[in-house]
């Protein structure tokens, strides 16, 4: 059961990790850039930002989840501390420019709060995964880094729960409104479930050195 769910989670990191690039192949009034005037869609500060987050974000969520492996931290701790820089960066990039473009949000100030607080979680806890990890307070790292994946795994949460309330409630507006909130809060709570009660091993925390 639980190599199951492995399976799947990681098989879902990866579908939408690469779901931005499909934004490049067909026509833009795609998916979220549906709801969007036109106003917008050529408004060239905002489509730099909205490009910015999803393809950095992609990454971020294609190349997250390898750094919880094991055997990889152990093992081929120069590939874990390569992987881990790239998604700090396209981690705190796709943060702040997921932070601009939710001014814009669909639905309005609700859901414009939901991303803005969303964006900010993410960039501190990464930021803050970063610092402890040169510093090397690796259990705090692999803590931090636990509630960064799980707000980036955002992306994911949200094209599962969006479909679902839009059918239950008929209303795309308010069932974005509710995802907002919902792709990411119930998130923290699992990685503080992973966290807290499987518990991380703080003896086998590897010390990495800047």
Request: with cysteine; net charge positive; proline share 1%.
């Amino acid at each position: 059961m639980k190599k199951s769910i492995n399976v799947l989670f990681i098989i879902l990191c990866i579908l939408i990790g690469l779901y931005p690039f499909i934004y490049f192949f067909i026509d833009r009034k795609f998916g979220l850039l549906s709801s969007k005037n036109s106003e917008l869609l050529a408004n060239d500060l905002w489509n730099i930002a909205f490009y910015s987050h999803i393809i950095l974000g992609g990454i971020a969520l294609l190349i997250g989840w390898v750094q919880f492996n094991k055997h990889i931290r152990s093992n081929r701790l120069y590939l874990h501390k390569l992987l881990g820089k790239a998604y700090i960066i396209s981690a705190l990039i796709s943060g702040i420019t997921g932070i601009y473009i939710a001014l814009f949000a669909t639905g309005g100030i609700i859901a414009s709060l939901g991303f803005i607080i969303l964006g900010v979680i993410w960039m501190y806890t990464t930021s803050k995964a970063y610092l402890n990890a040169i510093q090397g307070k690796i259990y705090k790292h692999q803590i931090l880094m636990y509630y960064s994946y799980s707000v980036c795994f955002a992306a994911v949460t949200l094209r599962i729960w969006l479909p679902i309330l839009s059918a239950l409630l008929g209303d795309f507006i308010i069932a974005y409104r509710i995802v907002a909130w919902l792709c990411w809060i119930p998130n923290l709570v699992v990685a503080h479930y992973l966290i807290n009660v499987i518990k991380l091993d703080k003896t086998t925390s590897t010390v990495i050195k800047n």
